[in-house]
């Protein structure tokens, strides 16, 4: 089952119209909410966030948080979702191809739909490689919006090089990766991008924060370079579905001795412990 427009239907049901907003222009936003034993994973925060890239785009949301919320709790039901994800996304809804926002507002388009997903046990364990790509994103990537080719594409060229992940930079500077925040512990602090407008907020991102000042593990949101991430004792990724991911490898030269570090299990020990 999907949601479709507030309504739950089968695939066949849902009929997008040629003059989405979404299709043409990537003109939407969209959140992945994590499910474990049924149950969704910071649900509040991710609503928020929605409602907030919304705003940004000028694109009022066509049910209340409240209502999305039941619905989300509904088809994780209606599909018997134990362990994955929802995808919800909304459109600004269909009107002939124009560039400026249609005055007054089509109605939106609203679609979600479940993935069974396990947790990814084993890489969380050994760690994954990554790679350096220039971040040619534009300067709100605060926004979770639909236009995500140039994520796409930093994601294919890991793919290509066999790594999980692609590292993005500007100018050396490190932003966040294709599609999760990145952290790294330098001399016993972690540090990470300001959540400014060249990263997304990742909620996950805002968990290992919080969970590091639960460890005394001190926290400097600030931005580092290429060069220090490669010194750096260790480097992980956050992401609702990589969860808390070592970084072992970056283009293909080893951090420190090229294995998970004590700093990223204890954060990822925490991080279970606060499962459902
Ligand atoms: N940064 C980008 C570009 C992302 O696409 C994502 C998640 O998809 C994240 C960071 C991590 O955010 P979250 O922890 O909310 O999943």
């Known amino acids: 089952m999907l949601l479709f427009n507030g309504a739950f239907v089968n695939e066949k049901s849902v009929s997008i119209s040629y003059q989405d907003r979404g299709f ?18 910071e649900m509040e925060a991710h609503l928020q966030r929605l409602e907030q890239s919304a705003k940004a785009i000028q694109l009022s949301l066509p049910y209340s948080l409240k209502q999305l919320d039941g619905m989300v ?4 039901r209606f599909n018997r979702l134990q362990n994955g994800t929802v995808y919800l996304q909304v ?10 926002f249609p005055s007054p507002q089509p109605k939106p388009t609203l679609l979600g739909f479940t993935s069974r997903l396990e947790r990814p046990l084993e ?12 971040d040619i994103r534009w300067l709100r990537c605060d926004i979770k919006s639909l236009n995500l080719l140039p994520n796409t ?20 500077i490190v932003t966040e990766c294709s599609a999760s925040n990145i952290m790294m512990i330098q001399n016993g602090t972690l540090r990470t991008h300001p959540a400014n407008h060249l990263i997304l907020p990742g909620i996950t991102r805002a968990v290992a924060l919080r969970l590091a000042q639960e460890l005394n593990i001190p926290v400097s949101e600030t931005a580092f ?7 750096a004792d260790e480097v992980f990724l956050t992401g609702t579905t990589v969860e808390i991911m ?11 001795d090229g294995k998970t570090g004590p700093q990223t299990q204890l954060l990822q020990q925490a991080f279970e412990k606060n499962l459902p």
């Open 24 to 41: 043409h222009f990537g003109d939407g936003v969209y959140e992945v909410f994590r499910v474990y034993d049924h149950q969704v994973y």
């Open 73 to 76: 709790d509904r088809l994780i």
């Open 91 to 100: 459109t600004r809804g269909a009107a002939p191809r124009n560039h400026p």
């Open 123 to 134: 890489k969380l364990k050994k760690g994954v490689q990554a790679i350096t790509v220039p």
């Open 153 to 172: 594409m930093a994601k294919q060229q890991a793919k290509e090089q066999e790594a999980e992940e692609a590292i993005q930079h500007r100018d050396g």
């Open 225 to 231: 370079t290429l060069e220090e991430m490669m010194q």
């Open 246 to 256: 070592p970084v072992t490898h970056i283009d293909g030269k080893p951090i420190r």
